[in-house]
């Protein structure tokens, strides 16, 4: 199943898997807790501040 949202604890909790896509280019994708907890993109990064 795919979902898309901005609700970033949510897919912590639920996803296997994230993509994070900022102006539609793959910044990052893996495993959700490795992607969310730990960013290598520093786009990723900026967007977890903001909606933290």
Known sequence: MIIVTHEMQFALNVADNVLFLSEGVAEEYGRAS?????????KLRAFLQKTA
């Open 34 to 42: 490795e992607v969310l907890l730990n960013p290598k993109s520093d």
